[in-house]
């Protein structure tokens, strides 16, 4: 079974401080994607990276593929409490496979 | 701009009940999924359709069928549940062929609870 392993699973920090959360796999990907999930609300796209070494910026939030296109990194830069969530990564596979991680969930103290 | 609708929200059924969960997308895409989302796991793909009239298995396909009546609408029925069915439901919708780059846009979910 490919597993796709969020750490950590919880993270709570205070407000201003940066932090950094992993998706790892021992599978290659074709491309990665990261969700933010709010509660009651389903996912919703942050980013799509395909190439492996990418790195793409979304304001505070910078994104990095890994160069064997197995892992990324999401590090948020001067955490702000709306950057409260459920932090998903999603690899797809191939044509007929994506999985998704467990999940981190953030929470960032006012 | 409603994007992906799924109703009902929340739904309690009793053990061997059949329920539809329904789906429906306005963005014109092609593929739509459903997924299950529990605990600690993460969410996990029941079946999806590329396009009206097919449709395919996902990892935990066990105890769900799945109508995919046009393009706009992609309904999950449980024939008769069980309590290991509990969980939240979602259904999203993407253009293009499955699993591409495109981004999935997700609905607000189904919360079911069966006794």
């Known amino acids: 079974t490919q597993l796709l392993e969020q750490s950590p699973q919880f993270l709570s920090i205070q407000e201003g401080e940066n932090l950094t959360v992993y998706c790892n796999s021992s599978?290659?990907?074709?491309?990665l994607q990261w969700y933010r999930q709010e509660p009651g609300e389903g996912p919703v796209l942050l980013v799509t990276?395909?190439?492996?070494?990418e790195v793409k910026k979304l304001k505070r939030l910078t994104f990095q593929f890994g160069d064997a296109r197995k892992d990324s990194s999401l590090h948020i830069t001067a955490a702000q409490p709306g950057d409260t969530g459920l932090y998903l990564c999603?690899?797809?596979?191939?044509?007929?496979?994506?999985?998704f991680g467990s999940g981190t969930r953030l929470s960032i103290r006012p | 701009n409603a994007g992906v609708t799924q109703t009902p929200k929340f739904q309690v059924l009793k053990t061997g009940q059949s329920m539809t969960l329904q789906c429906a997308q306005d963005?014109?895409?092609?593929?739509m999924y459903w997924y299950r989302q529990d605990p600690g796991m993460g969410l996990r793909l029941i079946y999806y359709?590329?396009?009206?009239?097919?449709?395919d298995k996902g990892e935990v396909p066990n105890g769900y069928n799945v109508s995919r009546l046009n393009k706009r609408e992609f309904s999950l029925r449980l024939e008769s549940a069980a309590p290991s069915q509990t969980s939240v439901y979602f259904c999203?919708?993407?253009?293009?062929?499955?699993?591409?780059?495109?981004?999935?846009?997700f609905g607000d979910g189904t919360r079911l609870s069966i006794l």
């Open positions: 999203a919708s993407s253009e293009g062929p499955p699993f591409s780059n495109q981004p999935q846009h």
């Open positions: 599978s290659v990907f074709s491309s």
């Open positions: 990276v395909v190439t492996g070494g």
């Open positions: 999603a690899g797809a596979m191939s044509a007929s496979k994506i999985i």
């Open positions: 963005m014109n895409h092609n593929s």
């Open positions: 359709s590329a396009s009206e009239g097919t449709t």
